[in-house]
């Protein structure tokens, strides 16, 4: 359950007032008119107002599928309520995820339909605890997973949804753990079974969940690690852990990754789906495990690409249980978001998640933070591949200098689209002149062609005349 789902609780202070006799005379006093009654309410109201309804938050909300513009900041009123086994949450920082992208084109079933608060994680402190909490208590600085809901100032989630921060770790830290953490150490130990002196390909092995695969995969003697990434991060994720870079852009993974390991790798993680998924298939070796998790492949562009979403499904791997049984691989499919009915398998995750924090094996890399104000461009640097680590959000207001540069790097992006349109309005009037031209050259013979006609036809009618003479 998240806050925005939660219904606010609120007192209506006009239906409880109580009918007061006046002091003196009351026989005298003439009966009050409902005019009289409406005059002497606000005294009664205005004393004090109940929290729950002056309580205001604000909160991320998908109004609807698109672009980065879909996703608004607003303010809600009125305290969420608690129910039992339930604690609210005061949120200090948000994580994005690549599901949040797809769920703001559509792609995403898990999230309910628009308007909604999206949000899979993030940290903050127990500010409340609804009945039957005992391992929970007001000040406890935990981090939350969620179905949904958490990119908002209050949410409102199961007591069991939430962990204790550990000593040491920063609100930032703790909103980068979850959804990362945890789909890298299912896979990798539970569908995986990784093992020492094995080999690994992590795709963008510079993103959220590439380095926290690459960080746990160290924590195993003597494994190999593939990952793909532009060549401006190779250095990053080299420093990271990762074995052998390769520029997915420029060169072909499979061919690099043969070159290096001929008879193919022991585990591939796929977050990309389409035809990618039929060669991380092929570059398995017997024994060997393909664990996908994703489909990036059909997000191209700020909205809905329905080319890109055909050519993902039309490409789809699909393969009979007897080529894998011959084949001796095996095929896993992994979804956080259809986990969230599994609490005790993803809190013994996580136990052991912070124990090899603890022990310094494991550290989130935060690669830039943003205000709820600047949700948009947090969205467009993730989904233009310019992370290296977790983006994140946080609650705390903008300042107002900020909020000056923000409205005048928007003014910006609007004059820039004015002048975007207006040159290719130009360019459309020049190709309308151009193709007019055209046309009039083309007319041009076609005139002369009619003044030559009747030349022609005086010319034979003079031929007869000479041939008499």
């Known amino acids: 359950m998240s806050g925005e789902d939660a219904p606010a609780q609120q007192q209506n202070a006009v239906d409880q007032k109580q009918e007061t006799k006046p002091a003196e005379e009351p026989?005298?006093?003439?009966?009050?008119?409902?005019?009289?009654?409406?005059?002497?309410?606000?005294?009664?109201?205005?004393?004090?107002?109940?929290?729950?309804?002056?309580?205001?938050?604000?909160?991320?909300?998908?109004?609807?599928?698109?672009?980065?513009?879909?996703?608004?900041?607003?303010?809600?009123?009125?305290?969420?309520?608690?129910k039992a086994g339930e604690v609210l949450v005061r949120v200090k920082v948000c994580g994005l995820n690549f599901a949040d992208l797809m769920a703001r084109q559509g792609l995403y079933d898990r999230l309910p339909s628009p308007p909604v608060t999206p949000g899979m994680e993030c940290s903050g402190v127990v500010e409340a605890v609804g009945?039957?909490?005992?391992?929970?208590?007001?000040?406890?600085?935990?981090?939350?997973?969620?179905?949904?809901?958490?990119?908002?100032?209050?949410?409102?989630?199961?007591?069991?949804?939430?962990?204790?921060?550990?000593?040491?770790?920063?609100?930032?830290?703790?909103?980068?753990?979850?959804v990362n953490y945890i789909t890298a150490y299912l896979m990798l130990f539970d569908f995986g079974n990784l093992r020492p002196n094995q080999s690994v390909l992590i795709h963008s092995a510079a993103g959220g969940v590439g380095i926290a695969a690459t960080q746990l995969c160290k924590t195993v003697k003597d494994v190999t690690v593939f990952g793909t990434a532009s060549a401006s991060k190779h250095e990053a994720i080299s420093q990271g852990g990762v074995t052998h870079t390769i520029d997915y852009r420029t060169k072909d993974y499979v061919e690099e990754?043969?070159?290096?390991?001929?008879?193919?790798?022991?585990?591939?993680?796929?977050?990309?789906?389409?035809?990618?998924?039929?060669?991380?298939y092929n570059l398995l070796k017997p024994m060997g495990k393909l664990i996908t998790y994703g489909a990036a492949n059909m997000l191209a562009g700020q909205r809905k690409n329905l080319i890109a979403v055909a050519k993902n499904w039309y490409h789809q791997f699909s393969i009979h249980?007897?080529?894998?049984?011959?084949?001796?691989?095996?095929?896993?499919?992994?979804?956080?978001?259809?986990?969230?009915?599994?609490?005790?398998?993803?809190?013994?995750?996580?136990?052991?998640?912070?124990?090899?924090?603890?022990?310094?094996?494991?550290?989130?890399?935060?690669?830039?933070?943003?205000?709820?104000?600047?949700?948009?461009?947090?969205m467009r640097k993730?989904?233009?591949?310019?992370?290296?680590?977790?983006?994140i959000l946080t609650t705390e207001p903008m300042p107002e200098e900020e909020k000056k540069e923000e409205a005048k790097k928007e003014?910006?992006?609007?004059?820039?689209k004015k002048d975007d349109k207006k040159k290719d309005d130009k360019k459309k009037d020049d190709g309308k002149k151009e193709?007019?031209?055209?046309?009039?050259?083309?007319?041009?013979?076609?005139?002369?062609?009619?003044k030559e006609e009747p030349k022609k036809e005086e010319e034979k009618k003079e031929e007869p005349k000479k041939e008499e003479k």
């Open 382 to 391: 993730m989904q233009e591949r310019n992370n290296i680590g977790k983006v």
């Open 27 to 82: 026989k005298a006093e003439p009966p009050k008119t409902e005019s009289a009654e409406a005059a002497a309410t606000p005294a009664a109201t205005t004393e004090k107002a109940p929290e729950e309804e002056t309580f205001t938050y604000r909160a991320l909300v998908l109004t609807g599928y698109g672009g980065y513009d879909k996703v608004k900041l607003q303010v809600k009123k009125g305290k969420p309520a608690l």
């Open 321 to 378: 249980t007897l080529s894998l049984i011959q084949g001796n691989k095996s095929v896993c499919g992994f979804h956080l978001g259809y986990l969230d009915g599994e609490m005790e398998l993803l809190t013994q995750a996580m136990n052991t998640i912070l124990d090899l924090y603890k022990q310094g094996k494991v550290k989130p890399r935060i690669d830039s933070t943003w205000h709820l104000e600047q949700v948009g461009d947090a």
């Open 131 to 178: 009945e039957e909490v005992t391992d929970r208590k007001v000040g406890d600085k935990v981090m939350v997973l969620n179905r949904f809901g958490l990119w908002q100032e209050v949410a409102v989630v199961p007591a069991s949804h939430t962990f204790l921060i550990p000593d040491g770790m920063s609100f930032e830290e703790a909103a980068a753990l979850p």
């Open 411 to 416: 003014d910006k992006k609007d004059d820039k």
């Open 257 to 280: 990754v043969r070159k290096i390991s001929p008879k193919g790798l022991d585990i591939v993680l796929d977050p990309l789906g389409g035809s990618d998924t039929h060669k991380a």
């Open 435 to 450: 193709e007019k031209k055209d046309d009039k050259k083309k007319e041009e013979p076609k005139k002369e062609e009619k």
